[in-house]
């Protein structure tokens, strides 16, 4: 399989999971606090890896820690909680939209302090991405006024996050595999979460209650698959393409979103913002487009 359908695979299946797992957030809130959601995901996350990957922090060297710890602060500790909140406090489906704002906001740090640069097709296609996404968003916001908005914030801080978590880990650790980046990522954050959960008194919960158990199943899913496994995919995805397509993955993420509302909460889909997720194909091409 060449690398060009390689990465086009992965990025699909990606967004995918990703585009699932808002749902899987909101299914957990029923049981837990959004802190719990997500300090419970990365403990698990974290434990998932070390169980299966451990013996590749050695390939770890010295050098490498300062920027894992970057990345896993930036990428993987502050988001989960900024997405639990805002979860919480509005439609997945909005939050998933507003997540596709990473790849512009990669684009822009990528280039203002990573040196990273970016053709004119490029920025027309991140630009486009954004204008389709705000439309989502104003539709979305439109046929939901009494949602709190003031939480869409909390997205927008973690798609910083994220674009950060990108451009480190091409510029600074693409000399270390996969596997290795993603245990050493998550081996940063697993003392801190245990921290965090043991404060909420997630510990003393009687598991066997309902909503309680159904919610921890649900964050396992989402932790294993939607977490641990797909950041090693992620990682592989920003090896083999450039930051600005690895990031591009959260503009299909709100389709698949707006695909699992329509399946399991019966929300309505409009032509509209069917036409906005054309756009929103098409601009993917275009950041990809002439790049490797």
């Known amino acids: 399989m060449s690398e060009k359908h390689y990465k086009w695979i992965i990025l699909i299946g990606l967004s995918l999971v990703w585009g699932s797992s808002f749902i899987l957030m909101k299914l957990a809130l029923i049981g837990l606090t959004p802190i719990q959601v997500g300090a419970l995901r990365m403990l698990i996350s974290s434990l998932f890896l070390l169980v299966i990957a451990g013996h590749k922090i050695k390939h770890i060297e010295r050098r490498h820690w300062k920027y894992l710890f970057y990345n896993a602060m930036s990428g993987t500790f502050f988001p989960v909680f900024l997405f639990s909140y805002a979860v919480l406090h509005i439609d997945s489906g909005i939050v998933a939209i507003l997540n596709s704002l990473t790849p512009l906001s990669t684009l822009i740090l990528g280039f203002l302090f990573f ?24 539709k979305s916001a439109d046929l939901n006024p009494s949602q709190n908005y003031e939480f ?16 480190i880990l091409k510029k600074y650790l693409s000399d270390l595999d996969v596997m290795s980046i993603a245990v050493g990522n998550f081996l940063v954050v697993l003392i801190p979460s245990f921290i965090v959960l043991f404060a909420t008194g997630f510990f003393s919960l009687n598991y066997l209650e309902t909503p309680i158990l159904p919610s921890v199943g649900y964050v396992s899913i989402l932790a294993i698959v939607g977490t641990a496994i797909s950041t090693i995919f992620f990682n592989k995805l920003v090896k083999v393409s450039s930051p600005i397509f690895a990031s591009s993955v959260t503009y299909l993420i709100p389709i698949v979103a707006l695909l699992w509302g329509i399946i399991l909460l019966k929300e309505k889909i409009y032509f509209s913002q069917i036409i906005a997720g054309i756009i929103i194909l098409l601009a993917v091409y275009m950041v990809n487009r002439n790049k490797k």
């Open 115 to 138: 040196g990273f640069l970016f053709s004119k097709k490029q920025l027309l296609g991140i630009f486009l991405g954004f204008l389709a996404t705000a439309y989502l968003i104003s």
């Open 152 to 167: 869409a914030l909390l997205v927008v801080i973690a798609t910083i996050g994220y674009a950060l978590n990108v451009n």
